[in-house]
């Protein structure tokens, strides 16, 4: 059974750059087969895709997250990782890693990381 | 894209059915037969529950049902259990290798 675990700061400053690491086990991300996946939750609200990579690099996005995110692949690691650029209070939410299957459904979560955007 | 539409709430007693709808477009929902289901414990990650309109991954429950006409989608829960009270999210493949959710379901177990 995959596992995946997020790991990255839980406070961010206004402006600043959110970095995020998902690792991966029981499973290998070059196997290729599935997508890779960010999806965040606002605090008490639903849930938003935020984007996905393949193993071979290929990476999709929510237009509109896309003008500030970079989500990038790192398989000798078995790590996959999300940018999120000029932060703010309304990016403080619930950030979740995900195993997506071809059909877009989410297999797998990891069990999310709560970053908060202050001063 | 927008997000799929939903009741924010629903209820039933234990053993009733309850369906759960989820409205899109035809870019999303409608488009295609890649809707999902997942259920939210709180302080939980979701759970997937229904994959692809209407098949269940193994573990959950043959109570947890899914269908899907035209723009809209439903999740139909029979013979409630209090187990089941969580906050049931939708979600389509919306072309181009793009997700869209949900806004979310309440279910209260009366």
């Known amino acids: 059974q995959v596992q995946l675990q997020e790991s990255g700061p839980g406070l961010v400053k206004p402006s600043q750059t959110l970095s995020l690491t998902c690792t991966v086990s029981g499973g290998s991300i070059s196997s290729g087969g599935y997508y890779w996946s960010w999806i965040r939750q606002h605090p008490g609200k639903g849930l938003e895709w935020i984007g996905s990579i393949y193993y071979s690099g290929s990476a999709y996005y929510n237009p509109s997250l896309k003008s500030r995110v ?50 | 894209q927008s997000a799929l539409t939903q009741p924010p709430s629903a209820s039933g007693s234990p053993g009733q059915s309850v369906t759960i709808s989820c409205t899109g477009t035809s870019s999303d929902v409608g488009g295609y037969s890649y809707v999902s289901w997942y259920q939210q414990h709180p302080g939980k990650a979701p759970k997937l529950m229904i994959y692809d309109v209407n098949k269940r991954p193994s573990g959950v429950p043959d109570r947890f049902s899914g269908s899907k006409s035209g723009n809209t989608a439903s999740l139909t829960v029979s013979g409630l259990q209090a187990e089941d009270e969580a906050d049931y999210y939708c979600s389509s493949y919306a072309g181009n290798n793009n997700l869209v959710f949900g806004g979310g379901t309440k279910l209260t177990v009366l």
């Open chain 1, 70 to 119: 970079i989500i990038s692949v790192d398989t000798s690691e078995n790590q996959f990782s999300l940018m999120l650029s000029s932060m703010t209070a309304a990016d403080t939410a619930v950030y979740y890693c995900a195993t997506t299957d071809t059909n877009g459904f989410i297999i797998y979560w990891g069990q999310g990381t709560l970053v908060t955007v202050s001063s």
